[in-house]
């Protein structure tokens, strides 16, 4: 009998309006192409895709000409990069300017995937695709997204969050995690690892020995990456092992040895390194104070996970802040 055909290429329409960064679209390419020839055979189709076929003006760069309309591109996916917004304040003015482009966004199928990260999720939420869905975006426009868009289910101490039609990711290079989340879907795991050893992967920051490989942009098996999503999601004084072995229909034992054996830590430890990174980002990249933090993360209390985080570290959470924090 013969083999089944390999599945077709995932088609992703690389989106370019007026003002966007186009630097995350030319890696995502890169990545495409890189799996591509990693497989031997296409794996994600790429196509540069305008609301129309007019040269787009980038932001500080060169005007660059789609190959084809969004509207006639067939694309599975889109990808919508960020654009330059200088404070959380100034949305209506890019919003207003860029109508047209949240409308064409709004016009696709429903089957049609759309990926934004950084502040291009703005105008994912403008189009509407993100209602009453989960999403994250760059820290520092969350009071602002909220107030706007209050019908999305903002999760902004997720890197990454996979609706059913829209998948977003946080940070500038939020393009990373994003093409990482669909290749690991249509590589093998070694496949997927040769591809994060061998390309040149930007990182925000260096990230501390303590949270080493705790991301989904190091982990392979499928399964452990859909636990870290679960382990994100839910309060840190929640998190119990036979709850996750259930979400993910596996038995706790199972999942204990499966864990053990990827990371090298027992299934408790793993799921507190998880949300202790997750504090460590919001240290990080925002000014809430470590009792915000600990509230949002669902941590039974401030000094609970003050007392945490120095144990994993070896730092009180100010002290790491202040080494660590982008500004």
């Given at each position: 009998m013969p083999p089944p055909p390999p599945p077709?290429?995932?088609?992703?329409?690389?989106?370019l309006y007026p003002g966007c960064m186009p630097a995350?679209?030319?890696?995502?390419?890169?990545?495409?192409?890189?799996?591509?020839?990693?497989?031997?055979?296409?794996?994600?189709?790429?196509?540069?895709?305008?609301?129309?076929?007019?040269p787009v003006p980038t932001w500080q760069g060169p005007a660059l000409a789609p190959t084809v309309a969004l509207a006639q591109a067939g694309a599975d996916a889109v990808l919508v990069p960020g654009l330059w917004l200088s404070s959380p304040d100034g949305l209506h003015e890019p919003l207003q300017r860029l109508a047209p482009v949240a409308q064409a966004?709004?016009?696709?199928?429903?089957?049609?995937q759309l990926w934004s990260y950084c502040a291009g999720v703005v105008l994912a939420a403008a189009s509407g695709r993100?209602?009453?869905?989960?999403?994250?975006?760059?820290?520092?426009?969350?009071a602002a997204l909220e107030q706007q868009f209050a019908a999305v289910d903002w999760r902004f101490d997720e890197p990454l969050v996979a609706g059913p039609t829209a998948t977003?990711?946080?940070?500038?290079?939020?393009y990373l995690p994003l093409m990482l989340h669909a290749l690991a879907a249509r590589l093998p795991p070694?496949?997927?690892?040769?591809?994060?050893?061998?390309?040149?992967?930007?990182?925000?920051?260096?990230?501390?020995?303590?949270?080493?490989?705790?991301?989904?942009?190091?982990?392979?098996?499928?399964?452990?990456?859909?636990?870290m999503l679960w382990?994100?999601?839910?309060?840190?004084?929640?998190?119990?092992?036979?709850?996750?072995?259930?979400?993910?229909?596996?038995?706790?034992?199972?999942?204990?040895?499966?864990?053990?054996?990827?990371?090298?830590?027992?299934?408790?430890?793993?799921?507190?390194?998880?949300?202790?990174?997750?504090?460590?980002?919001?240290?990080?990249?925002?000014?809430?104070?470590?009792?915000?933090?600990?509230?949002?993360?669902?941590?039974?209390?401030?000094?609970?996970?003050?007392?945490a985080f120095r144990h994993a570290t070896g730092q009180t959470p100010l002290a790491y802040r202040m080494a660590h924090g982008a500004r």
């Open positions: 077709a290429p995932l088609r992703l329409a690389l989106l995350g679209l030319f890696a995502a390419a890169d990545m495409a192409r890189a799996a591509h020839l990693r497989a031997q055979a296409p794996v994600i189709d790429v196509c540069w895709a305008g609301v129309d076929l007019q966004l709004r016009a696709l199928p429903r089957r049609t993100l209602r009453s869905q989960g999403a994250t975006a760059t820290w520092w426009l969350r977003t990711a946080a940070g500038a290079n939020g070694q496949a997927l690892t040769d591809l994060q050893e061998l390309l040149m992967l930007p990182r925000p920051r260096t990230a501390h020995p303590a949270f080493a490989g705790h991301d989904l942009m190091t982990t392979a098996d499928a399964d452990l990456r859909r636990a382990v994100q999601r839910s309060p840190a004084s929640h998190l119990r092992l036979p709850l996750l072995a259930t979400a993910l229909g596996l038995s706790p034992r199972t999942l204990a040895r499966r864990v053990q054996a990827h990371t090298g830590l027992s299934a408790a430890h793993w799921m507190r390194r998880i949300k202790l990174r997750q504090a460590s980002e919001a240290l990080c990249d925002t000014d809430r104070p470590l009792k915000r933090i600990a509230e949002d993360l669902g941590f039974a209390s401030e000094a609970g996970l003050h007392r």
